[in-house]
T-cell receptor, first 112, second 114 residues
Framework: NAGVTQTPKFQVLKTGQSMTLQCAQD?????MYWYRQDPGMGLRLIYY???????DKGEVPNGYNVSRLNKREFSLRLESAAPSQTSVYFC???????????FGSGTRLTVV | AQSVSQHNHHVILSEAASLELGCNYS??????LFWYVQYPGQHLQLLLK??????LVKGIKGFEAEFIKSKFSFNLRKPSVQWSDTAEYFC????????????FGTGTRLKVLA
């Protein structure tokens, strides 16, 4: 029972580089989310996908794009990384948007 | 705009002490309520949830929470904490508005002294 799997676990980027964070869930959940966690700021929603084929902006979408590739996979892309995007990124999924979430183990991203 | 407040940012307790962490939200309609726990270096895990019914809900590891609608509160409690409860605790509120409104509080960092 893998739950929500995120890759990579750690990443260091130079300013201006791009990368994609991968997320996959095996619980047949409809909804998936990307959050960033910064000290003292809790979790802030970047993008979410209420169901396969839909994506919507969250609280802090600037500088990010997402793709809901299929029901299982939801990727987050940083097109041109900036130091302000240094954070821990969590992917989560849920059966519905108003249910409890299952979180992945996180990606610690540092942009230098 | 909807918001979730966790007034205690840091709490330090000795083992066997009782715990109560506050969570207040600002939304007058129907809500689903959640508490999550994040152990050091780990991801968030769901502790308990309230959708409807008995306002006193029990979760894993001996935690419980009480929903008081008149106070817009959903406080987390545990009668006797253990060193292993050292973690950060997040309250989350989902406002059932028809659009997505799932908001996390900023967290309360709990340290339990052995």
């Amino acid at each position: 029972n893998a739950g929500v799997t995120q890759t990579p676990k750690f990443q260091v980027l130079k300013t201006g580089q791009s990368m994609t964070l991968q997320c996959a869930q095996d619980m047949n959940h409809n909804s998936m989310y990307w959050y960033r966690q910064d000290p003292g700021m809790g979790l802030r929603l970047i993008y979410y996908s209420a169901s396969e084929g839909t994506t919507d902006k969250g609280e802090v979408p600037n500088g990010y794009n997402v793709s809901r590739l299929n029901k299982r996979e939801f990727s987050l892309r940083l097109e041109s990384a900036a130091p302000s995007q240094t954070s821990v990124y969590f992917c989560a999924s849920s059966e519905r948007t108003d249910y409890g979430y299952t979180f992945g183990s996180g990606t610690r991203l540092t942009v230098v | 705009a909807q918001s979730v407040s966790q007034h205690n940012h840091h709490v330090i307790l000795s083992e066997a002490a009782s715990l109560e962490l506050g969570c207040n939200y600002s939304y007058g309609g129907t809500v689903n309520l959640f508490w999550y726990v994040q152990y050091p270096g780990q991801h968030l895990q769901l502790l308990l949830k309230y959708f409807s019914g008995d306002p006193l809900v029990k979760g894993i590891k001996g935690f419980e929470a009480e929903f008081i609608k008149s106070k817009f509160s959903f406080n987390l409690r545990k009668p006797s904490v253990q060193w292993s409860d050292t973690a950060e605790y997040f309250c989350a509120v989902n406002a059932l508005t028809g659009t997505y409104k799932y908001i996390f509080g900023t967290g309360t960092r709990l340290k339990v002294l052995a």
